[in-house]
């Protein structure tokens, strides 16, 4: 395979995600190719140096945000509605009607679809004839002259 499909494999390898087996690939192809090789080096050397820097400090009102919310879940979960009173609140808001509406469409949809899809089935007697009468016009191996598929390829690639 050419240097082309080599990136996400040295990139996978760098990351040290790939099995012992593509990292013997690898590794094999690095050493003998100069151009991977060096993309190998530098992306070895990337990690390195960013792994080195310091991690960003989150916003302070990120941080107070992400605690409210915490621990308005936190409480929700100690002190909320029992699972009846959440089940008839949601019971009776508008999601079961969407639901029950979209439900009841796509039932529809596929019976629709599905008595389309039943045809009357063809009578025996006319599939019979429509093969005997196929069969009367098919054209025999031997009735045809040697070399017609080769002009016919001829023919097509003119085109």
Excluded at 28 to 43: D, E, K, P, V
Excluded at 87 to 113: C, E, I, K, M, T
Aim: hydrophobic share 40%; net charge negative; aromatic share 6%.
């Amino acid at each position: 395979m050419g240097c082309e499909g080599w990136t996400d494999l040295l990139s996978a390898y760098a990351d040290r995600e790939t099995s012992p087996e593509e990292s013997a690939q690898v590794e094999a192809h690095a050493a003998g190719c100069r151009s991977c090789g060096r993309r190998l080096a530098i992306m070895a050397k990337s990690k390195e140096v960013l792994s080195r820097l310091p991690l960003p400090e989150a916003p302070r009102d990120l941080k107070e945000a992400l605690l409210r919310q915490a621990a308005r879940v936190e409480g929700q979960g100690r002190t909320g509605l029992s699972f009846a009173e959440r089940l008839a609140a949601w019971l009776s808001g508008s999601a079961p009607r969407y639901g029950l509406a979209f439900g009841l469409a796509a039932f529809l949809l596929v019976g629709l679809w599905i008595e389309r899809r039943q045809d009357e089935p063809v009578p025996l007697d006319l599939m019979l004839s429509a093969h005997r009468q196929y069969a009367e016009t098919a054209v025999s191996p031997a009735s045809v002259p040697a070399g017609a598929d080769e002009e016919l390829e001829e023919e097509e690639g003119d085109e």
